[in-house]
């Protein structure tokens, strides 16, 4: 019995395609649907919705749509957040990012 094709073999980078394209898809929607930095409802929304998706941990039969669906809500779910140094770095982050959502009339 030969290795599955994800483990390795000349077909491996192939096998995985449609997985990539599922997950990149699903942070894709995921994103939308959070709408901003922080997820509605807050923590106890997010692991409901989370608890939601992951659904039967141990099912007796396997669910073809279960990478897509917990990644949407993964990403939906997610924190956007962003860790500096320090303060200055902070503050021309702040200043660099706002000139970029506001134009250039912030020159």
């Known amino acids: 019995m030969g290795l599955p094709p994800l483990a390795s073999g000349p077909h491996g980078t192939d096998a995985l395609r449609p997985l990539l394209d599922t997950v990149l898809d699903a942070l894709r929607t995921g994103t939308a649907a959070r709408g901003g930095p922080l997820p509605a409802g807050g923590p106890d929304a997010v692991a409901a919705r989370v608890a939601e998706a ?22 939906e779910g997610a924190a956007d957040a962003l860790v500096t140094t320090g303060g200055t770095e902070s503050n021309q ?11 250039a009339h912030l020159r």
Not at 54 to 75: Q, S
Not at 93 to 103: I, M, P
């Open 54 to 75: 992951a659904g039967d941990i141990l099912p007796d039969r396997g669910e073809p749509d279960a990478l897509r669906v917990l990644v949407t809500a993964l990403a």
């Open 93 to 103: 982050l702040a200043v660099l990012l706002a000139r970029e959502t506001h134009g």
